[in-house]
């Protein structure tokens, strides 16, 4: 059960490069999100997915754009990179989007954009 | 919307010494509450949480929490800290779905030996 996975764990792009993180629980969740973290201001959410088959933006969600698979994976992809998405980020899923449930976080990828 | 204030960015204490990190909220209702930790090059993990009931919650690792209403706080407590308790730790407030959770800017733990 290795609960919450994602690739890479490090990744260095240029400016207007492409790349896709990718995203997988075992866990049979039906919500999964993706979040950023950058230093001194904690976690931000930039989409979810409250089941198969939808999805919806966070706080932060330009530049983004995102891709609910099937159940078990979430992608995340940023179609020309900025340096302002210099991030590390991070996926999480629950078993719903009710905040009685709690979120499972992926161990992160560290993202740097030159 | 909600926000969560963490008013110590970084936090030293002895090992064996007891342990008190503070979160601020605001929220209208009553807000749903966490504490999650993050050990580094790791994912968080959640400690505690605060829905409703008994405004004295305990958590995983020994940690304890106590909602405040009239101070408008969450602050999370341990008696003892051992070495292996160094790490960052987040609160966050949240509305009642995941999706609509904030979360603070952390504080930063070290642990003396």
């Known amino acids: 059960n290795a609960g919450v996975t994602q690739t890479p764990k490090f990744q260095v792009l240029k400016t207007g490069q492409s790349m896709t993180l990718q995203c997988a629980q075992d866990?049979?969740?039906?919500?999964m999100y993706w979040y950023r973290q950058d230093p001194g201001m904690g976690l931000r959410l930039i989409y979810y997915?409250?089941?198969?088959?939808?999805?919806d933006k966070g706080e932060v969600p330009n530049g983004y754009n995102v891709s609910r698979l099937n159940k078990r994976e979430f992608s995340l992809r940023l179609e020309s990179a900025a340096p302002s998405q210099t991030s590390v980020y991070f996926c999480?899923?629950?078993?719903?989007?009710?905040?009685?449930?709690?979120?499972?976080f992926g161990p992160g990828t560290r993202l740097t954009v030159t | 919307a909600q926000s969560v204030t963490q008013p110590d960015i970084h936090i030293t204490v002895s090992e064996g010494a007891s342990l008190e990190l503070r979160c601020n909220y605001s929220?209208?209702?009553?807000?749903?509450l966490f504490w999650y930790v993050q050990s580094p090059g790791q994912g968080l993990q959640l400690l505690l949480k605060?829905?409703?009931?008994?405004?004295l919650v305990q958590g995983i690792k020994g940690f304890e929490a106590e909602f405040k209403r009239s101070q408008s706080s969450f602050n999370l407590r341990k008696p003892s800290v051992h070495w292996s308790d160094a790490a960052e730790y987040f609160c966050a407030v949240g509305t009642g779905n995941n999706n609509d959770m904030r979360f603070g800017a952390g504080t930063r733990l070290t642990v003396k030996p």
């Open positions: 866990m049979n969740h039906n919500s």
């Open positions: 929220y209208g209702a009553t807000p749903y």
């Open positions: 999480a899923s629950s078993l719903t989007v009710l905040g009685h449930y709690e979120q499972y």
């Open positions: 605060y829905f409703s009931g008994d405004t």
């Open positions: 997915s409250a089941s198969e088959g939808t999805t």
